[in-house]
């Protein structure tokens, strides 16, 4: 469970039932964080809801501050629960590729010698 999340919420109010689904829905990107990650990542949602004539989008942004790098995505829909899965699907692809950039050196050398041992040939 993320412990530092931070729900902003601007020209719209922010209920219970809003909360605990952008709630629900952030935690389920921390199966994608690196361990090593896990105690220092900060998550900031911004939710904007702009009322023009006829013309009502809902923005939601999701910003997680991760070791040595900030993801950040953003999404405009008419329904905010619309917005905020979806810029949960663009995050968790942001946090996979982040997880194969920062990857363990030390794994990636071992699981590699192992490969060379058995198949010298074929690297």
Known sequence: MIKKLE?????????E???????????KLERYVPRHARKSVHVEVTLVENKKQK??????EL????PKETLTAKESTINM???IDIVEAKMSNQIKKYKQ???DPKLYRRLTSRFKK???NQL
């Open 81 to 83: 629960f619309a917005a």
């Open 55 to 60: 013309n009502n989008q809902c923005t939601a």
């Open 17 to 27: 039932k809003l909360k605990k689904y952008v709630t629900r829905t952030v935690n």
């Open 7 to 15: 729900i902003t919420g601007v020209h719209i109010d922010t209920d």
């Open 118 to 120: 058995r198949h010298p």
């Open 101 to 103: 950039t920062h990857a």
């Open 63 to 66: 910003v997680m501050h991760l």
